[in-house]
DNA sequence: GTGGTCTAGACCACC
DNA sequence: GTGGTCTAGACCACA
């Protein structure tokens, strides 16, 4: 992590944490680690761990048992994925397609790099 | 302009005013609607016009003629898409295929809504 | 016990054994069961345990027999049942009948649910 | 507003704002108080009330205009009213029934109390 | 002027 | 030990 981008410090966290989540090395039966501990850990304030502890836990990434610490949902992994299909779909995707024409994008450049992805859409047909 | 977005309502602008010159709705021979005109039309504070206008004469997309108004820059839809070809394919384009696996996503899904993109794409090369 | 809920854990636990003793289930006769037992079956810290049953001693709900374990008082229905007629009639009835008026609440869908109750209280007239 | 109670002040705050809005006193068309102006009323810390603004948001009651203020959601009378019968029909009702048998309420106490109430929903059938 | 974020430090209830 | 709330004060971008 390094917090130079411009992008709100508490929602790197909470992209970090998901992150962690959604490749498995958090799993919903172990506890993450507790506010203190991971403000430590990334030399930030508590109070800006926590705000993305109570982020997360409204989107129904990670949940909290009183007194004992927050772990990930039970069904964490569908949830981020799911958010994050949304927010590509509905963004990103469109984003894509309308810059490629309005860019007179050199799609040769494109192939280049990313051919085989292309290749794998064709394939797919 | 949307308010809630999150991305500031001048850049908002400053896309929006580079699109219609992108699009040839705005030539460098004719004035673009003053500051006054535009802030009444898109329903903002006029500062956050003049805002969006410095902004885009540091990026030498429009210059201003004094007492006149402000012109789109001889070259602007250069300037504008050679800015807009290096975000894309610096930052989207990566993007968007990290995401493209990360995400499983469906390629018949976007065949379905984007197929004349792809086809188009192979058959450029 | 729902660790998620806003109520502390050793009040949900409290309210669980004075229902208990409410119903005749656990009466003064017999020992409740022990803080581990408890704990165990519903799989908190002891400790949480021992709060429940230090705050209901001092409510006079139940006694502790020195290394026998805790019962009912022999009173501990009526105890229990004056404290909540208590809350009832000062807390939860007027906020009922507030909500009824301000929320504009359909008395027909009551009625469908709970018209059982609402009979009953007419007869009991 | 007095902060004696054990709910937290941010919330007390938001139910503060919830009424003014029912009531019909902030309507949609105007902002409400400014984070700073309603921290200087009420005497707390102006991230007591941003806290409290960031729950509205949340909740679509109130919504942001950059740089300008918050306003009253358009349709923020229906999603407080419709969210607290969420809460009135799926938690207060039941306990309601629930007590009045578990307590053995003296109904002719109710009657003297909120008769009216009880002859309107038996008018109502 | 507006909101938004962050830090530092305190106090509390709860497990 | 855990989270949760609150204050005080700072700095920033934006309208």
Do not use: C
């Amino acid at each position: 992590m390094d917090f130079r981008d411009k992008q709100a410090i508490y929602l790197q966290i909470a992209d970090h944490v998901s992150e962690q989540i959604l490749l498995g090395r958090w799993t919903p039966g172990e506890r993450i680690p507790s506010v203190r501990e991971l403000a430590a850990e990334l030399e930030v304030n508590p109070n800006t761990v926590m705000r993305t502890y109570e982020f997360l836990s409204q989107q129904n990434v990670i949940v909290n048992k009183r007194g004992i610490g927050y772990f990930p949902a039970d069904d964490a992994t569908d949830t981020i994925r799911a958010f994050r299909r949304e927010q590509f779909l509905q963004n990103d995707l469109p984003q894509f397609f309308k810059n490629l024409t309005l860019l007179n994008i050199d799609l040769a450049e494109i192939e280049t790099r990313y051919g085989q992805y292309i290749h794998e859409t064709n394939a797919a047909q």
